[in-house]
């Protein structure tokens, strides 16, 4: 029973001391992690708007209504509006993809990026190359735009990655939904 107690009393030892350097580790590292995801949202935003200065983040109205929509952003240049960036955040296959999208003042889809995900590698996780996400680029805000598993797209059509329909669609309806808050708050 003694020897029990002292193992016991061990194991108590080494999880406190493990856990206290665990959490020593996180406090040291949010705020490097936090710095860096500040810095690819930016570099997101200049990506799908790269005719912006600067920008200047605005509040969501009726956040009930665009569950999906995390963040939205006026792009400046010269102190004029040249567009808005919105990140939106649609569930793919494997959970929650990042979906920043560019429109121009004029309603033209300047361009998409794939942040963070969890999609399957060589799978969903294509929708980050040019090739799926260029799709999107230059078509207009005065469409719904579908996802097509074979042929030739059409203007409001973009077709889906080869065996990954569930993460094209999530991009798509990403997009779709940046679309819809731009037309009917922003515009």
Known sequence: MKEIRKLGLILLVITAIAAAALGYVNMITKGPIAEQNRLADIAARKQ???????????????????????EIYKGLQ????????????????GGPVE??????SDGTIIG????????????????TDEAFKGQYT?????????VI???????????A??????????VTDGVNEAIKYFNENLR
Not at 83 to 91: D, F, L, R, S
Not at 99 to 104: A, C, K, L, Q, T
């Open 48 to 70: 799908v708007l790269p005719q912006a200065e600067d920008f200047e983040q605005l509040d969501i109205k009726s956040p009930g209504n665009y569950l999906i929509i995390k």
């Open 78 to 93: 010269g102190g004029k509006d040249i567009g808005y960036t919105i990140k939106t955040v649609p569930n793919g296959y």
């Open 99 to 104: 979906v920043m999208i560019g429109i121009s």
């Open 112 to 127: 998409v990026n794939i942040g963070n995900h969890t999609e399957t590698p060589g799978l969903g996780a294509k929708a």
């Open 138 to 146: 230059n078509k207009t805000a005065d469409m719904n735009i579908k």
């Open 149 to 159: 598993k074979s042929g030739t797209p059409s203007d409001d059509q973009i077709s």
């Open 161 to 170: 990655i080869a065996g990954s329909t569930i993460t094209s669609v999530a």
